[in-house]
């Protein structure tokens, strides 16, 4: 590479850095001012990328905007209520059920620790303490029930507020949002008008492909094992099945954690049926064929470019700074920043090759 | 009737998205598009002012739509050679609206002008609204793209 031409791309990449420190600082600086409706902004906007069409549906239709978006909300609210009033008592229950085989299933944790940790222990002639693992789990779990008995006032508060909140905020997006994005956008400079727009254009278009790819996605995850825990008679087949399709929504690291929980569920159950951990982990995997193989090639195929470690660094990181928010928003936030960086850092780049 | 909070500051004109939709409907992009549809993305197309002098867009720069002179005039360059000196009511940089383009040419304001970006995402929005008028939009963009190129070639072959 010529020197000059090297110059240029180095201070080029130097260049972008620096705009791109600045609108991460940004960002993260609004989402620190919004923290307190950070979770109703963001499932607003995930309703907003997954109702949209449904609206223009309607508005093509010759439906007046405002009365489409009115009847998508309708509808969304029966069908909440309808899944409220059926699914939650069926989910208290199995939560219930749950909490009661919670002690079976440590004291399944224990075998297996015991069985293979004194083989491990053989080998690497290390000794490993099982009781204190199993300790230190306990004190883990009850130190989360407490929390979470403590803040139950606060939960329900968080949760009225939500409940009250998403639709107002979902019902405002769906109406406003692109005029106030215009407007918004024509604050941009003449130099950036351009270059903000394909930027924010690519980032949309991603983003709404995205959120609508792993919502399906989690959808038919959870149908499916719903149905197969059903089918091979497990005990929580409803709540087994919701966490397997939440989960989902984590590639490589989701589908391994709910494999773990299955059998650590099924192991659990009275009387022991061993060939149901063999069935349960075989609907699990059937469960990610389909996703494989269908769904993910018809719906979130080319929604993001981004390279298998990029994707496992990310949930790890994200997850360690921000939680479990972290986590959920670690692929979106990194397909986001790698656009935005590509498409600053050529536009950049293009400046420095026309200056002589 | 403002409808928002934001409407009083920013909203633009009628009589703004009229002179605009009057400009496009005078362009080839729009030829038998009804007019309240002109009208209609109008208002949703953004006016920009420039000074004299000021740069529009540099040769290699990523284009995100078509503009149309307003106001003023614009003078587009390639290598130091002047390509065209466009006035109110033309418009250039079209390609953008039908595939991700690379400006071609730099593009200056003369004096202060005023223009209107058309641009490609308002397009597609508009044509999942109105697919048929987005045909006919498409068969004209076309066109006019198709009239380019045979000028371009006319130009060629008689150097």
Redesign the interface.
Known sequence: MPASVYIKTSSANFQTMKIFVLVIAVILGSFYLMSSVLIPVIISFTLYALFEPAT?YL??HNINHSVSILIVLLLLVIFGFIATAFAFPQLLDQVGLLQAKLPQILSQLEVFLTRYSSALSAKIGIDLDNSKIIISLLSQFSSLGQSLLLNISDKLLGFAIISLLVPFLTYYLLK?Y???R??L??WLP??S???G??I??RVARQLQSYTRGVMIQSAVMASICIAGFTLIGMDIAVLLGCITGILNLLPYVGPIISMVLTLLVTSAMTPFDPSLLYLGVLVIMSAQIVDNVIVIPAVIAHAVNLHPVQVVLGIIIFGSVFGTLGVILAIPAIATAKIVYN?LY??IL??H??TP | MSNSFWSNIFKKQNNEIQSIANLWQSTPLFNKIPARHIEFLSAKMHVRHFRPDEVIFRQGDQGAGAILVMQGSVRVMANKTELALLEAGDFFGEIALAERDIRTADAFSLGNSTLVYFLKQDLEEWIELEPRLGARFLMNLSSTLAQRLFQVNQLIADQ
């Open positions: 223009l508005v093509r406003d692109k005029s106030v215009n407007r956008m024509n003449n130099s008008f351009e270059l727009w394909l924010y254009h498409n050529t536009d293009n400046a090759r026309k």
